[in-house]
């Protein structure tokens, strides 16, 4: 399960890559949420100039809310919290 201080990905839906990573910065048992901190630049067309990347400052690297009963979500943990030396609260 998801918790707080999880580092996290989405998954690309057809591929094996990751579209961003983030930290779980909330969690309750219905929902958490994550801060993206990376995206992956090739996905998001950053390589086709500059306004690309301040767009996808803007909205990929936001705070996300997703819902703990929906079976779609294509968020995966990459780290627990805890087990790598980071102590939970």
């Not at 918790?3 to 996290?8: I, M, T």
């Not at 067309?45 to 819902?67: A, I, K, P, W």
């Amino acid at each position: 399960m998801i918790q707080l201080g999880d580092y996290v990905a989405q998954l690309h839906p057809s591929e094996k890559t990751f579209l961003k990573k983030g930290i779980v910065v909330f969690s309750n048992e219905d929902v958490y949420e994550v801060k993206w901190l990376s995206y992956n630049k090739n996905f998001w067309c950053e390589f086709e100039g500059e306004v690309f990347q301040e767009l996808n400052n803007r909205y990929l690297l936001t705070r996300m809310s997703y819902c703990r009963k929906n079976d779609n979500v294509d968020i995966i943990i990459l780290s627990k919290a805890g087990e790598n030396g980071v102590e939970r609260p």
